[in-house]
């Protein structure tokens, strides 16, 4: 028989009536609890005209627990504080970024009680949602085969910075300067050598990049300077938070993120203060993820979509027909985080993914605690935009097109003499990508015209007799490779 398991309580420590949400043993998941949150929130006046709402956490027996937040939403100049027992308040956690995003994972708290503390505009709903605690007795974490990170504070938001024009990809963008990079959309490290001019505003750029961004031969190589243990001694959340988004992508994609051996451009995942930011696409040299500790896992497999090659879905030039941006919603230095981008840099693919991870929430940057993005069209059972936790089935053939576009063949020579022969194409390609190919005329054949990773092509080749020279061209996955044969004789 299972252990019958008794409800605990939350209370929320207010003047009026405390709320309570019940928080309930997992089964078969030793220290593993289950939330439920009551309907609205209680708020009371605070200072600065805001209010607040206090939500503490009682666990007998624990000796440090650990929040899963399934959605944090928060506005500008709103804050979320996590206080444990006889420990330092953690945060301020701010509404900057994919911060701003679902599945946030605290640092592990150490004690028993705790308390959620939220500062901001009254609304109907919690800022948060507090979805499962995980806890730990003292006697697990002293026998626990690795310890547990504790006793650091992240750090709040960086601020939005110099207002600047950059160009990329021969658009002009609006962008923020931040500690000496330049920052468009909150999360996007522009280039180096982008250039950046004075203040003002025009278009931006789009959701996958083109060839000149592409990584070669779709390999990226990465290096992890982020430090497995802390100074304390206490395994660093953020190094499991990389592992885990790259061990991601690759089960999806294998080998599409190595460990970094001696190639020329490759991307360093290293620690920041107040950003989850990244490139999209090849930039070139070494460039950066850079993961504040508050950056949650979903926040580094969306980091890592950039660096990919994936721009946030609000930019496509379609998303008018599909949501609604509200800029007079929008907190006034971030509305360039809304605009739409040029097709020089990249394109559509496939329909529009309101359950993309690489969408904007509907309060995202919100000023008045009103949507800024309101969906046009009834959206998928099931799907809220910018609560994904991993990437849609959407973003999966996104990368899936760009990747398996990025092929290499060596025809072996352009130039052919009149004889007949055969000559030789090498696809390459990752194991999962599949190709199709064809040839544009009657004097020429393929041994193969279909296939999945990489394969080699044998391409005969009629004698020509008849023509002073003749081309023709093989199609593979939609892009060309032209052979040219001279007259027999010449």
């Not at 805001?50 to 939500?55: E, F, G, K, L």
């Not at 991993?390 to 290499?408: P, Y």
């Not at 004097?443 to 023509?467: E, H, R």
Request: aromatic share 10%.
């Amino acid at each position: 028989m299972k252990p019958q398991y008794l409800p605990i309580l939350f209370a929320l420590a207010l003047p009026a009536v405390a709320q309570q949400v019940v928080l309930t043993p997992v089964e078969d998941t030793p220290g593993q609890y289950s939330v439920a949150m009551p309907a609205e929130p209680n708020w009371r006046p605070h200072t600065n005209g805001q209010s607040v709402v206090r939500m503490t956490v009682n666990v007998p027996g624990a000796a440090a627990c650990q929040l899963q937040f399934a959605y944090l939403g928060l506005a500008k100049d709103e804050a979320m504080h996590l206080h444990a027992a006889g420990d330092t308040a953690h945060g301020p956690y701010l509404g900057h970024g994919p911060v701003n995003r679902p599945d946030f994972v605290s640092q592990w708290l150490p004690g028993d009680t705790f308390a959620i503390t939220a500062t901001g505009r009254p609304t109907a709903d919690f800022p948060f949602v507090l979805d499962s605690v995980r806890c730990k007795t003292a006697e697990q974490l002293e026998a626990a085969p690795m310890k547990f990170r504790r006793n650091f504070t992240p750090t709040p938001g960086a601020p939005g910075g110099e207002e600047v024009l950059a160009m990329v990809d021969d658009n002009l963008v609006r962008a923020s300067r931040n500690n000496g990079a330049t920052v468009l959309q909150g999360d996007i490290v522009l280039p180096e050598d982008a250039p950046v001019s004075g203040k003002g505003a025009n278009r931006d750029s789009m959701q996958i990049v083109g060839a000149n961004r592409a990584w070669a031969k779709f390999r990226i190589p990465y290096v992890i300077n982020i430090p497995v243990y802390d100074s304390f001694g206490f395994l660093t959340w953020e190094r499991q938070e990389v592992e885990g988004a790259i061990a991601y992508w690759n089960s999806h994609f294998p080998g599409l993120l190595v460990p970094a051996q001696h190639e020329s451009d490759y991307v360093v995942f290293r620690p920041a203060t107040g950003v989850c930011q990244s490139s999209v696409g090849r930039v070139g040299s070494a460039q950066y993820i850079e993961l504040d500790p508050a950056c949650s896992s979903t926040a580094a497999i969306h980091e890592i979509g950039h660096t990919i090659g994936l721009w946030h879905e609000q930019m496509r030039q379609d998303r008018d027909q599909y949501v609604k941006i509200n800029f007079d919603n929008i907190t006034t230095d971030k509305a360039s985080n809304f605009y739409m981008v040029g097709v020089a840099s990249g394109k559509n693919y496939g329909t529009y993914d309101y359950g993309s991870i690489m969408h904007y929430s509907a309060y995202a940057f919100s000023s008045n605690g009103k949507p800024t993005i309101e969906p046009l069209k009834p959206m998928p059972a099931g799907v809220t935009m910018g609560k994904a936790t991993v990437a849609s089935a959407g973003d999966i053939a996104s990368v899936r097109n760009l990747v398996c576009n990025a092929w290499f063949v060596a025809p072996g020579g352009s130039i052919l003499d009149g004889y007949a022969e055969t000559i030789t194409l090498d696809i390459v390609l990752p194991p999962y990508c599949s190709w199709t190919a064809s040839e544009s005329a009657s004097w020429m054949s393929l041994n193969k015209t279909s296939g999945t990773g990489p394969a080699t092509i044998q391409v005969k080749v009629q004698p020509n007799t008849i023509f002073y020279k003749r081309q023709a061209n093989i199609t593979i996955n939609g892009k060309t490779t032209t052979i040219v044969q001279n007259r027999l004789g010449l």
